[in-house]
């Protein structure tokens, strides 16, 4: 068991997840506390096969799993959340994935201290895609 020497299991070593749910995409990162060091990190794309399920729920949740695996192999057994979505001048609304990554991450069994939304919001923005007219349905 790796992890920090001479912890033992009741007490609470921390990582951060970094979850970007994106409408394409789910990403869930597990890095150490100054998100320097990588521990984990596991994608919807690769635990589906079919392109449109990337971002699915259900493929957030078999990442998580995956992830919540690593974590407790390498002795991180608490996690900080940021949730991030797409941002910036596109949908500043979390992806399909994002719930259900963190519920798989609670079911794992790991325990969560903070969840932050680290969306980038812009406080002037370049101009949004779709012209002046916007996108016409």
Same mark, same amino acid.
């Given at each position: 068991?790796?992890?920090?020497?001479?912890? #033992?299991a009741?007490?609470?070593?921390?990582?951060?997840? $970094?979850?970007y749910?994106?409408?394409? #995409?789910?990403f869930? $990162?597990?890095?150490?506390?100054?998100?320097?060091?990588?521990?984990? @990190?596991?994608?919807g794309? /690769? @635990?589906?096969?079919?392109?449109?399920?990337?971002?699915?729920?259900?493929?957030? /949740?078999?990442?998580a799993? #995956?992830?919540?695996?690593?974590?407790?192999?390498?002795g991180?057994?608490?996690? $900080?959340? @940021?949730? *991030?979505?797409t941002?910036?001048? @596109?949908?500043?609304?979390?992806?399909?994935?994002?719930?259900?990554a963190?519920?798989?991450?609670? *079911?794992?069994? /790991?325990?969560?201290g903070?969840?932050?939304?680290?969306?980038?919001v812009?406080t #002037?923005?370049? *101009?949004?895609?779709?012209?002046r007219?916007g996108?016409?349905?």
């Open positions: 068991v790796f992890g920090p020497p001479g912890v #033992d009741s007490t609470n070593v921390f990582g951060v997840a $970094h979850i749910a994106s409408f394409n #995409d789910t869930v $990162h597990i890095t150490d506390l100054s998100g320097r060091e990588t521990i984990a @990190k596991v994608t794309g /690769m @635990k589906v096969k079919a392109d449109r399920d990337e971002s699915s729920p259900y493929a957030a /949740m078999l990442a799993q #995956d992830v919540a695996v690593i974590c407790k192999g390498r991180i057994n608490a996690l $900080h959340v @940021k949730l *991030r979505a941002g910036g001048s @596109k949908t500043k609304t979390p992806g399909p994935g994002a719930q259900s963190l519920r798989a991450l609670a *079911r794992a069994g /790991m325990r969560l903070r969840i932050e939304d680290v969306t980038p812009p #002037d923005c370049t *101009r949004r895609k779709g012209g007219r996108r016409r349905l």
